[in-house]
């Protein structure tokens, strides 16, 4: 079974930076693609960024765009989101996601990490 662990959440300034890490473990792990979702308080989860796993294709959503970056290390098995220039509205659980070889959607989730951004 896989799993994905974040971590690297906390508390930060407006302004500030923070990098989250994604540790992926487990058996042998190909997928399609990886992402970072996040969640704030009473509204609905929210794409962040993605990376196609083998070309390094990059998706970000406007909201984060030039702001944060994605990266992969296919050999670790890590997930990285570097976040500059952090915003209040950027406050959310952030979470990790896969999308499986053969899968239509992301199907492995991980637990979660809080980042707080205060004004």
């Known amino acids: 079974q896989v799993k994905l662990v974040e971590s690297g959440g906390g508390l930060v300034q407006a302004g500030g930076s923070l990098r989250l890490s994604c540790a992926v473990s487990?058996?042998?792990?190909?997928?399609?693609?990886m992402a970072w979702f996040r969640q704030a308080p009473g509204k609905e989860r929210e794409f962040v960024a993605s990376?196609?796993?083998?070309?390094?294709?990059?998706y970000y959503a406007e909201a984060v765009k030039g702001r944060f970056t994605i990266s992969g290390d296919s050999v670790k098995n890590t997930l990285s989101l570097q976040m500059n220039s952090l915003k209040p509205e950027d406050t959310a659980v952030y979470y990790c996601?896969?999308?499986?070889?053969?899968?239509?959607?992301?199907?492995?989730w991980g637990q979660g990490t809080q980042v707080t951004v205060s004004s």
């Open positions: 990376r196609r796993w083998s070309v390094g294709t990059q």
């Open positions: 996601a896969a999308q499986r070889v053969g899968a239509s959607a992301y199907s492995t």
């Open positions: 487990g058996r042998p792990f190909a997928p399609v693609a």
